[in-house]
């Protein structure tokens, strides 16, 4: 059964720095692992998509990294600005649904 | 010009009661889902229809019955309502039900048994 962790749960940040989210998954059978923002009161974004057999994806100032055989992925965030305060969270697809992390709050300050 | 919209936004209700929230995507996608985010952040699917046809089911109460008249359209009925079903209902839709294709997601129910 496919687990999805993401460590720090919180992160609290100064406008300007750089930053690197973190998401695991347990069963490297994936078909993709896909990153989305969550604004308070608001669905899910999807902002980027690696499918199994790339290993980065770049949108921007996000650069998302799949390592299937280490079962982890980051999100790279550059240059943050207070705009990134929302929740960001992973998620896996393989023979199992897509599966969820419960996230990482980020917080960035002015 | 919502891409994924649900109504109601808000859902207050008492327990025992049946209510239903519908969902409708402007996008063209073949598929759909709900998910339930609850009180712990936690998102986990529940179902998925491709071109009306359901293809996930998750482990859900049969108290609860999706229902999908067209590929644009799937709402969700829930019977004799409990306290433990208090959570945000998010309808989701993708391209088609490749594991490559992006989900975009509505802006979610709350809904509040009591």
């Known amino acids: 059964k496919q687990e999805v962790t993401q460590i720090p749960a919180a992160l609290s940040v100064p406008e300007g720095e750089n930053l690197v989210l973190n998401c695991s998954f347990t069963?490297?059978?994936?078909?993709?692992l896909q990153w989305f923002r969550q604004d308070p009161g608001k669905g899910l974004t999807s902002l980027l998509l690696?499918?199994?057999?790339?290993r980065e994806q770049t949108s921007g100032r996000l650069n998302a990294s799949l390592d299937k055989s280490s079962g982890r992925s980051t999100l790279y965030i550059a240059a943050s600005q207070p705009g990134d305060s929302a929740t960001y969270l992973c998620?896996?697809?393989?023979?199992?649904?897509?599966?969820f992390g419960k996230g990482t709050r980020l917080s960035v300050i002015a | 010009d919502t891409a994924v919209s649900q109504t109601p936004k808000y859902l207050v209700t008492q327990m025992g009661n049946d209510k239903s929230i519908k969902c409708e995507q402007n996008?063209?996608?073949?598929?759909m889902y709900w998910y339930k985010q609850d009180s712990k952040k936690f998102l986990k699917i529940m179902f998925s229809?491709?071109?009306?046809?359901?293809?996930i089911n998750e482990t859900v109460p049969n108290r609860f019955s999706p229902k999908s008249p067209d590929k644009a359209h799937l709402n969700l009925h829930i019977n004799s309502l409990e306290l433990g079903d208090s959570a945000v209902y998010f309808c989701?839709?993708?391209?088609?039900?490749?594991?490559?294709?992006?989900?975009?997601f509505g802006n979610g129910t709350r809904l509040t048994v009591t």
């Open positions: 989701a839709s993708s391209q088609d039900s490749t594991e490559n294709s992006p989900l975009h």
């Open positions: 069963d490297s059978a994936i078909y993709n």
């Open positions: 690696i499918q199994s057999s790339q």
């Open positions: 998620a896996a697809t393989g023979n199992t649904p897509l599966v």
């Open positions: 996008l063209g996608h073949d598929t």
């Open positions: 229809y491709n071109n009306k046809e359901l293809i």
